[in-house]
Structures are given as C-alpha cells and as structure tokens.
C-alpha cells in the first residue's frame, strides 16, 4: 500500500497568489498531492498507510524555486569567482558548487537554476549527478557560460588572458553572429538546459553601465539557435539601451535591468519576458559603496568592492528605491526571485534575501512570493508539475514557523524552515 501523509492545521500559502487557506489539508501520496483545502471540504484518507501531521500554527508552501544564482561564486565582490578564477579547475569548482547548491535546498528552495557559471560546464555533471542520486541537492538547472563579446562583462580575467578565453571563467567570448551561434550550440551540446547572454556591463564590471556591448544580430542569432533547440534565453542587461535590444531580439529573462524605465518593462510585459530585478545585490553593491554592510555579513566576507564601482552602485539602487516599484505595478511585468546568490553579499543559504529586499522596495510579501513560486515555475517551464501545491502536482512541500506574509524574512532563518520535503520525501526535518 502507498504511504500518505496528510498535513493539517496549518495556513497554506498555494503558490497560486490567492488568500491564504487557514486550518489546511494537504494529503500527499507517493510522489504527489492528491487533495488540497480547507479542512472540513477534504476528504481525509484514514488507514495503517496513513500518517498525520499536524501543522498547526505553521505556514504550508510548495518547494520554492530560487531562479538565479551561480554556483561558482561566493558573495564577496570582486574576487568572487570562486577564490580567484584561473587558480581553481573546472572539478574544484564543481566540488565547492555542491555546498552552495544544498544550502537553498535546506532552507526550502528544493529547484534552483544556475544563472551561468562556466567553467567547463561543470554544472551539467552535477545536476546530472543529482538527478542520479549520487548527491544530494536540488532539483537544478544548468545554464554553463555567458557569451559575451571582447572586453564584456563576465570575464572576470586579466586583459591578456581574457582576449582568447579559457575554460576557467564564467564568459565565453564571441564576436560576429557565425560565433554567437556557434557558441549557443556548443552550450546545448554540453547538454545546458538555458543559454546566458550579456549585452551590457554590470555594477561590478567597469565601465559605462548604460553601453550595451554585442550587436543586435549577434544576440539574435544565438537566439534563433535557441530557439531552435526549444531552451529559453537569459540576458544580462543593465541600461535601457541594453534591455531594448534584449526585448527586441526575444530573449525569456531580463536579468538586472538597472536603470530600466516603464516602457521597457510595459514591453516586457507584453512579450511576457520575465524580469529578475536582483534587488538585493543591488542593494548590497550600495551597502558596500556607503559602508553600510552589516557587520554579521562583514565577519563572513570582507568589504572589497573597487571605487570605480561607488557611483554605479549608488545610482542603480537610488534608482529602484524611486522607480521599482512604480515601473512593476504600472507595467504588470512579471518578477521573478532570481536572487543572483554569489554576488556582492547575497549569501547561498539566504536567497529569501532577495524577497526581503522586493518587499523594501515596495511589493507585497504575496506578490513578491509569486517570484519564487508560480512566476518562477513558469519561467523554469515546470509550472504543469511545480511551483504550487495543488493537486496533480509533485508533492514539493515546506512548513515555515511563521508566516512570511506577515514577514518575509523568516525564509532567511535556519531553525523556522522546520521541514522540506521533495516529490514526497522529507528532506530535512528541524
Ligand atoms: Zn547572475
């Protein structure tokens, strides 16, 4: 007889954006939910197979998908490649990406994509290595390097060893549109699932932020060849300019866009391009520009940003704290909660991070959930079968000892993720 486990009692948040449901019923078995609501309305199944569990006074969520991060860096700018890139191989980096891949796992983040991290495409061996069961971790997305043009942001080498790129960096670098296209194929064929475009610079690269680097039928052919191949497309872009090129040539996920206004996110909307605002790492660039990093991060990573990236940093996130808001409300531009863990302070482990700073900048707790839960699933193109508990889908669930609608930052704290279950398993109990 197939095991069930029925969850009762608590406040279900669905995924789905609705009310929460008070004194819920989640019945789970084997792999998937069977019944969901309010208790009262559900039929409970009663047997020696069936275990109750009762959530009262918890949140019930689905597993969370974190929808950006990378996996080679650890948050401390700007030495964050790593511990310094050339001086790690691809099989050292893959073996520090396990960690930085488990701890959102733990804390209820049971899917999460790579937003690029190159080197050798060591993400595709891990995620196939987790798929087999040989580690633990996530359900997870392997995206492999950024292209980028000569001299574009994601190449973080010296000037002599970047000119023809080397396996171990983040950036592929490509120019004219045959190496673009051949470079996106080459991606697929190491088996990634997403394709990575930069066409603007970034707060931690120098340069003009605004300045948007490849031609527009350099990003388009690498496009159409993903496209072709049916994977979805992010795009690193920063100023206005960038991100018009980015909306013009039909990439999936605006990454960042600092400095965008209402009409290219009214366009966004109307693509139904998803945005990952990366609030936090906004955020924590003008922490580290104002010497206003919290001492608890500080003790972790010490404060390294260059002078060269004060003024950047400044204006992007004076920028969010006037416009972000404004712009996704105004725009129905769907934002996801890709957190960019690994940049600037934005710590593997606490990518509820980015919520808390979507929630500063003005969104609902509920709203900014979306980010992490339907938005994202159908970003990742996994909404038939996650991102929500109803019934049918994969049984990926979290109970929370407190409710982030009421605050959102407790999804940043170990010991309130009291369970995380994946396709029916429990995962981690505390
Ligand atoms: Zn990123």
């Known amino acids: ?166 396996e171990e960096m983040a950036g592929y670098i490509v120019d004219g549109p045959d190496e673009w296209r051949q470079a996106a194929r080459l991606q697929f064929w190491n088996g990634t699932d997403y394709l990575k475009t930069v066409v603007s610079r970034d707060l931690i690269s120098p340069g003009d932020l605004t300045i948007s680097s490849p031609t527009l039928e350099e990003l388009k052919a690498a496009v159409e060849v993903a496209k072709a191949y049916g994977k979805k497309v992010f795009c690193h872009a920063s100023g206005k300019e960038g991100v018009m090129k980015a909306i013009e040539a039909d990439v999936d996920i605006i990454v960042h866009g600092f400095l965008i206004d209402e009409e290219c996110a009214t366009l966004m909307a109307e693509k139904n391009i998803y945005w990952e605002p990366t609030n936090a790492y906004c955020r924590n660039m003008y922490w580290c520009a104002t010497d206003q990093v919290p001492e608890k991060f500080l003790k972790m990573y010490p404060n390294l940003i260059p002078e060269w990236a004060y003024e950047n940093s400044i204006k992007a996130w004076e920028d969010r704290v006037k416009n972000f808001y404004k712009i996704v409300k105004n725009s129905g531009v769907k934002v996801l909660m890709g957190s960019d863990a690994g940049c600037t302070y934005v710590i593997h482990g606490l990518n509820a991070m980015e919520l808390e700073a979507h929630v500063q900048l003005g969104m609902s707790p509920r709203e900014a959930l979306l980010g992490c839960t339907k938005y994202a699933a159908e970003s990742c193109g996994i909404d038939d079968k996650l991102g929500s508990v109803e019934v049918g889908k994969l049984a990926d669930l979290v109970l929370v000892d407190g409710n982030p609608l009421d605050d959102i930052t407790v999804l940043q704290e170990e010991d309130k993720i009291k369970m995380v279950m994946m396709e029916g398993e429990v995962i981690v109990t505390r």
């Open 1 to 166: 007889m197939e095991k069930i486990k029925v969850f009762q009692g608590g406040t279900l948040i669905d995924g789905t954006g609705g009310d929460p449901i008070e004194d819920s019923v989640v019945v789970v078995e084997g792999s998937k939910f069977t019944a969901v609501g309010k208790k009262g309305e559900v039929n409970i199944p009663k047997g020696d197979n069936v275990e109750v569990v009762d959530t009262t006074g918890l949140t019930v969520m689905p597993g969370l998908i974190e929808t950006h991060i990378h996996s080679c860096m650890v948050p401390c700018a700007p030495n964050h490649f790593g511990t310094g890139p050339v001086t790690l191989n691809k099989l050292e980096m893959l073996t520090r990406a396990i960690p930085r891949l488990q701890a959102p796992m733990k804390m209820g983040f049971t899917t999460v994509r790579d937003g690029g991290s190159g080197w050798g495409w060591y993400e595709v061996a891990l995620r196939d290595a987790i798929k087999r069961g040989d580690i633990e971790g996530p359900r997870f997305q392997a995206t492999g390097y950024h292209l980028t043009v000569t001299g574009g942001h994601g190449v973080f080498v010296p000037y002599n060893v970047a000119r023809h790129g080397i």
